[in-house]
């Protein structure tokens, strides 16, 4: 049974920074992509950011490049997103998912296990 549970979000005033964390378990952590997703009310769930099994690659969604970077752990089992310069329309359900396969994606489906989600709350 895989888990990922997320930890680290909560509010934060714009231009402020948070770091995610995902604490996965139940499978060999090191052998597949991990993936970060959001989703803000009323909207689709949106890739935002990807890390390859080794970390060698990362992908981010445009609105984040240069703000936001994935990295991960695999002693730890556990990756990250740090996030820099948050923005209101930062706000969401942030939520961590292991890929199915090693290389990185931005597509959901190929995402296999999520976690519950942890609410980002930005203010201006």
């Known amino acids: 049974q895989v888990q990922l549970v997320e930890s680290g979000g909560g509010p934060v005033q714009a231009g402020g920074s948070l770091r995610l964390s995902c604490a996965a378990s139940?499978?060999?952590?090191?052998?597949?992509?991990m993936g970060w997703f959001r989703q803000a009310p009323g909207k689709e769930r949106e890739f935002v950011a990807a890390?390859?099994?080794?970390?060698?690659?990362?992908n981010y969604v445009d609105s984040v490049k240069g703000r936001f970077t994935i990295s991960r752990d695999n002693a730890k089992n556990t990756v990250y997103l740090q996030m820099n310069m948050l923005k209101p329309e930062d706000t969401a359900v942030y939520y961590c998912?292991?890929?199915?396969?090693?290389?990185?994606?931005?597509?959901?489906?190929?995402?296999?296990?999520w976690g519950q989600g942890t609410q980002v709350t930005v203010s201006s």
């Open positions: 998912a292991q890929d199915r396969a090693p290389t990185i994606t931005t597509t959901a489906t190929r995402y296999g296990y």
């Open positions: 890390i390859s099994w080794s970390g060698s690659s990362t």
């Open positions: 139940g499978r060999t952590f090191s052998k597949y992509a």
